[in-house]
């Protein structure tokens, strides 16, 4: 079973609320994911973080903000969020290459089920 | 055009049948290869990896054509529990890159 763990595993928020999803990963990782996926569509990808910094963002509106603490955690906080947020966050951890930059295989948790109200 | 195509199927067969999935990629700079399967309202579970070379696992079988950014996935001897959405993903330096998905229905 999968090594990266998830909480909450729902949520249900109003668009006034603040709110923090969390990602654990038990396999020394260096590299933290978060994605995002509609009903019935693939993810897609939001943040990278890199060696416990941020290396990409897929221009995310700043209602959502990531943060790493350390090496196995990865947390999304939620501010003012829209109905259309809605959807299944999905958090994910690979190795990464220091010299080329070449990540491997990504391992998934079982994401967040979110519900905006 | 989408970076990564796949036929969203369904694909509906009968057990022990054998089932081929092919999805195309845009970016020629793309460096790694993967087939995903997710089950309904679950995460993407890492199926195989695709080399070059091609590579088996078990029942299925991965191949790559870079010449033609063509990826395939073919299952052998279907199972009633290889009912899932078969996701092509493609790797650009960090990111990845999800197909679509293609959804496979064994039937008994």
């Known amino acids: 079973d999968t090594e990266v763990t998830q909480t909450p595993k729902h949520l249900v928020m109003g668009m006034t609320n603040k709110k923090s999803l969390k990602c654990e990963q038990h396999?020394?990782?260096?590299?933290m994911y978060w994605y995002k996926q509609k009903a019935k569509k693939p993810p897609e990808l939001m943040f990278v973080?890199?060696?416990?910094?941020?290396?990409i963002n897929e221009s995310v509106p700043s209602r959502f903000s990531p943060e790493c603490p350390n090496s196995s955690l990865l947390n999304l906080h939620l501010h003012a969020l829209q109905p259309e947020d809605s959807a299944l966050y999905l958090c994910?951890?690979?190795?990464?290459?220091?010299?080329?930059?070449?990540?491997?295989?990504?391992?998934f948790g079982p994401g967040t089920r979110l519900t905006v109200t | 055009r989408k970076e990564v195509e796949q036929d969203p199927g369904p694909f509906n067969v009968p057990e022990g049948a054998t089932v081929a999935f092919n999805c195309t990629y845009s970016?020629?700079?793309?460096?790694?290869f993967f087939w995903y399967r997710q089950d309904c309202r679950k995460e993407p579970k890492l199926l195989m990896s695709?080399?070059?070379s091609g590579n088996e696992d078990g029942r299925f079988t991965a191949q790559l054509n870079r010449a033609s950014q063509y990826i395939s996935l073919l299952i052998r001897d279907s199972k009633l529990s290889d009912s899932a959405t078969y996701l092509c993903?493609?790797?650009?330096?960090?990111?990845?890159?999800f197909g679509s998905g293609t959804r496979l229905q064994v039937q008994p």
């Open positions: 994910a951890s690979s190795q990464v290459g220091r010299t080329t930059g070449a990540a491997y295989e990504q391992y």
């Open positions: 396999m020394g990782h260096r590299a």
């Open positions: 973080y890199s060696y416990e910094k941020l290396s």
């Open positions: 970016n020629s700079a793309s460096q790694s």
């Open positions: 695709v080399y070059s």
């Open positions: 993903v493609v790797k650009v330096r960090r990111a990845l890159t």
